[in-house]
C-alpha cells in the first residue's frame, strides 16, 4: 500500500535510553519485559541519556493534530528481537504496517530501559481522510502483546482526494542521469502581484509523477517553490553565461532534462519580450527583474543534454487567472519569443496557452487547468493507440482537445475564456512514458 507519508516509519532503536550508565555487560540477562503501550500527541526524546517519554498521552485526536504516537517501553533488552506495529482505519482495514523491525544490543550486554515508538502522520496526510475510530495492534517477537484504540475527529473540512494526485501509474522506467528543474512560484512579495493559490501543489504532484512514473532519482530533481531572481539565475544562468546549476547537473549526451513551471508570466509592454516572474519581482519593471524567456531559451539550446522536454503552465500576456492585469497595460498582449532551444530535434516545449492568452486555474481539482490535464495524459488515457507508449502528441492531442480538454474547461469555468495549448519541437512523436 503506498500511503506515502502518512505513516512514516520513525522507529527508535536503542537510542533513547534510561539507565544509571548506558549498557551493562552481563553474564546472564535478567528477565526481559515491556510496560504497556502508550499513545499520545508527542514524544520526548533525546539523545543524552535519557528515556522516551510520551507527551499529552490521550487516545481523542483530530484531523489539526500533526501525529499519534505510540510507544513501547522495553526492560531488559538484551540480543536481537522484533517489533510491529499493524495500524487499522474506521473500516478495520489495515493501513500500514512496519513489518518486523529488529531491535538488538550489542553481544554481551543490556539495555536497563529503552522506548521504541512509531508514528501515524495525520494532518495534511491521507489519515486525515478517514476520522473515526482507529486502532493500533503491537508485536513483539512476532507475538501480539497489545491493541490500543483511539478515534480521530474531523474538526475542519476535509476536501476530497484528487485523481491525479492519488492515481500515479508506476511503471518499469529507470533514468538515472535524468535531471529536472521543477519551480512552483505561488506566493510573491510584491502587493501588487495575486498569488498563484495551485503552484506549489502543481509543483509537488509533478515531481511525484517524475520518480514514480518517469523514473528519475529524488536527489536528481531540482524543486523550488517562490524562486527570487537569484535563484532563477543561479539556476539556469544568465545572458552569456548558461552554467548555472541546472547545467553542473548534467551528464553529457547521457542526461534528459524536464522542466517546469508553475506560476506568473509577464510581458515587457515596450519589447513584448516575455519574462518569468520571480518571487521577488516588481511587475512594472518586468525588463529589470523579470528573468527572460529569450535567455531561458538560449541556455537551454547549450546545454549538452540528450534530450530537453520544457511544460510551462503561466501565461505571457499581463493577464492573470482570476481577471485582473499584472502589469500596467490596457490589455493582455502578445510576447514575441526567440527559442533557439527548438531547433534542436531533441527539444520539446509544452505550454498552457498561446502568447496572448490567460491560463487558468481548475478551484476544483485544485490545480492549474493545464497542469490538471497534462497529469490526466500522464495517467494513461492519452495513449489512444494503447501501444503504452505516450508520445508528445498524443499528451498534446488530449490536452488542446476541445470538447474534452483545456479549451473546453477554460471556456467552461472562466466564462467564455480562450485557451488553447501550445506544442513546439521537431520530434513530437518523441516518447515521455513507456507503461
Known sequence: MNVGKAASIIFILPFFIFACSSTKEIKKPPLFSHEEPVLSK?????????????????TRFSTD???????????????????????????GNLYYSTGDSPIETSRGKYLREATAWHRLSIKGEKAAHYPGDWKVNIYLDKEFISSKSFKIKSVSPILPEVDVDIDIPKTQMKNPDAIALVIGNGKYLHKDVPEVTFAHHDAEIIKKYLIKTLGYREGNILFETDATKARFEALLGIAGNYQGTLNDYIKPGRSDVFIYYSGHGAPDPDTRKGYFVPADCDPSKIALNGYPLDVFYENLAKLEARSITVVIDACFSGGTSSGGLLVGSASPIGIVVNNPAIAREDTIVLASSKGDQISSWYPQKRHGLFTYFFLKAINGVADKNGDKELTFQEIYDFVSDRAEGVPYWAKRLHGGRV???????????RVLVRY
Request: aromatic fraction near 8%.
Open 42 to 58: 508527542g514524544i520526548k526524546a533525546n539523545y543524552d541519556g535519557t528515556k522516551g517519554s510520551p507527551e499529552n498521552p490521550t
Open 65 to 91: 493534530d500533526p501525529d499519534v504516537i505510540a510507544s513501547l517501553k522495553l526492560k531488559n533488552l538484551s540480543g536481537k528481537h522484533t517489533i510491529r506495529w499493524d495500524w487499522y482505519d474506521p473500516n
Open 419 to 429: 485557451q488553447t495549448p501550445e506544442l513546439q519541437g521537431i520530434n513530437k512523436k
